[in-house]
């Protein structure tokens, strides 16, 4: 069951992410990194078209790291130069599939008594709505990334994200690396039955 429930948060994961890249491309943003996992190593890598496309072995997160996400640029393609609209919109892509995949995926579940459709929806659903909070490192920040550009100016703006990002990230690396033991103590407990 917990290899069960960890393949379907690496699925979940990397549909989000495969939502930022494509909205990314749509809107004329070059994507640098597509990732599926965290830091290093990397296990497997290619680039095509511009994208570094990767695998690492840390597993459950991912990211699609836009050009000049975080710093402020002249170049046409960068994520930075972007019309406000076309930002919201790639910030919001990934949780969107993840919401619309848990709007399937729970009524099946519940209609089926499937425990692992109902599981793939909630964890979808939940991911997608979390993801949305404005919280640093969350797809959410972006959303008032506007108001920092306006209130410091353009460049200020963003170094500011650019830190907030880094502390929010870590934030939530050291939330999950201590969520591990309340897990593992369900999986004994036979919660997750």
Partial sequence: MLLLMAFALIITIFLHELGH????????????VFSLGFWKPVLWWRKIKGTIYQITPWLLGGYC???????ASKDKDS????PYRKKVLISVAGCAINVILGAIFIPLGLMWAH???YFFGFLN???????????????GSYLY???????????????????????GFISIMVLNVLSIPY???????????
């Fill in 79 to 82: 994520f930075s130069n972007l």
């Fill in 145 to 167: 990334l506007v108001w920092l550009e306006k209130f410091y100016g353009k460049k200020k703006g963003y170094v500011l994200m650019n830190k907030l990002c880094k502390i």
């Fill in 65 to 71: 790291q836009l050009k000049d996400e975080l710093s």
């Fill in 21 to 32: 890249l494509f909205m990314a491309k749509l809107c004329g943003c070059k994507v640098e």
């Fill in 115 to 117: 425990y692992s459709f």
């Fill in 125 to 139: 659903l939940t991911l997608g709505i979390i993801n949305m909070i404005p919280f640093p490192a969350l797809d």
């Fill in 183 to 193: 897990i593992v103590w369900l999986w004994k407990t036979g919660a997750f039955k």
